[in-house]
């Protein structure tokens, strides 16, 4: 019962897209003993009474919780919206869910939820936060959610997921303490398969569920023409990296470092990749290849730096590192000054991606529970 003292009557408000992985992060707290309330946001024209909010709702019902729904559809125009045009628009590669997670769903979300008297809020997000101590075994599968307590050191780490394969920390990487000392996530253990396996025995109607694509609240688009419709078309060239004229585009800031699809060069003798791109000149350089060296870069300079778990006690600092999703981990130094030299070069470094950092794997191997993500920052040079 000393589990259940610690829960019982702390209101959690999950954030219930529709999917299966925020249906079993309510179902697994409730059964848990929490007090839960699902809460269904709006953030973008046209989602009012979409299949998401009805499978939300259904899984509320089975559940027997508490369902509101929340219009945050200016507050997503404002800080994600335009942030993402105004990007691209500089020739520069936004990470929208980055900036989702930090002003909308551990922003607004997390501020009107401790208004209306949550304790805590939950996400279906593939992350680990500290391991000190674990809800009880569920279903006969892995630990569940970790209880929301303080690490030993005063800091709330965040650690990469049980499933490598889903983890998500690289998207969190702003959250303050602030904001991590009042969240939950509780399927950070759990493997996919064991997530579809509880929502079936919690008999969830999202069980089978495909999981959702594309922008972060828009959904799964043609994202080529989505922004289309909001910048303009400027015909520039296409060059490779000896200056040969490959062709036209359509306008560089429409193009990401790394693309190889929906190029319309058609007739290279290998497959090429943007390398390169000059929103002043309008020009994109190709790569040759996927082995072509102007593909690389062994170096970056990142900017608007949070550290999740903490500042480096000292510069320069050994850490593991990720450019993008699914990366695998990457060793590398950091600086005080912003700088990162990687040890070995990196592929389709973005200016407006996301660099995260986490314990170098040595370290990290000591905390036994997955890598434990540092901190991150925006790439600008």
Same mark, same amino acid.
């Given at each position: 019962m000393l589990f259940m003292d610690k829960v019982l009557n702390k209101k959690v408000f999950v954030a219930m897209s529709g999917g299966v992985d925020s249906s079993v992060?309510?179902?697994l707290l409730k059964n848990e003993g929490y007090d839960v309330t699902g809460v269904?946001?709006?953030c973008w024209e046209g989602c009012e009474n979409n299949e998401d909010k009805q499978d939300a709702l259904c899984v509320a019902a089975v559940l027997d919780i508490p369902f509101l729904v929340w219009d945050f559809k200016k507050e997503y125009r404002e800080a +994600?919206? @335009?942030y993402m045009i105004r990007e691209y628009a500089a020739g520069r590669t936004p990470n929208p869910d980055v900036m989702c997670n930090k002003e909308i769903k551990f922003g607004v979300f997390l501020k009107r939820a401790l208004e209306a008297g949550a304790d805590f809020i939950a996400t279906g997000h593939y992350v680990r936060r500290d391991k000190t101590a674990r809800l009880p075994r569920v279903l006969t599968l892995s630990a569940g959610?970790?209880?929301p307590t303080r690490h030993s050191r005063g800091f709330i780490s965040l650690f990469s997921a049980r499933d490598t394969s889903k983890d998500q920390s690289y998207f969190l990487w702003t959250l303050t303490q602030d904001q991590l000392k009042h969240s939950i996530f509780p399927i950070g253990d759990y493997l996919k398969s064991e997530v579809r396996e509880l929502a079936k025995k919690f008999n969830l109607p999202t069980a089978e569920k495909k999981d959702s694509q594309g922008l972060c609240f828009v959904g799964n688009i043609d994202f080529e023409e989505f922004i289309k419709n909001y910048l303009p078309k400027k015909i520039g060239q296409v060059v490779d990296s000896f200056g040969k004229t490959l062709g036209s585009h359509d306008g560089a800031h429409f193009y990401t470092i790394g693309q190889r699809r929906g190029l @319309?060069?058609?007739?290279q003798p290998r497959p090429i990749y943007v390398a390169q791109k000059n929103a002043e000149t309008n020009i994109l350089v190709m790569a040759n290849g996927q082995a072509d060296p102007i593909l690389y870069r062994s170096e970056l300079i990142f900017s608007n730096a949070n550290w999740?778990?903490?500042e480096p006690s000292r510069f320069p600092a050994k850490v593991s590192a990720r450019v993008r999703y699914r990366q695998p981990l990457q060793r590398a130094t950091i600086f005080e000054s912003g700088r990162v030299i990687f040890d070995t070069p990196q592929?389709? +470094?973005?200016?407006?991606?996301s660099v995260v950092f986490y314990l170098p794997a040595e370290v990290s191997a000591k905390e036994d529970d997955g890598d434990k993500m540092l901190g991150g920052g925006v790439i600008r040079t």
């Open positions: 992060a309510a179902a269904h946001m709006f +994600v919206f @335009n959610a970790p209880t @319309n060069l058609g007739g999740t778990a903490g592929r389709a +470094v973005a200016i407006g991606q």
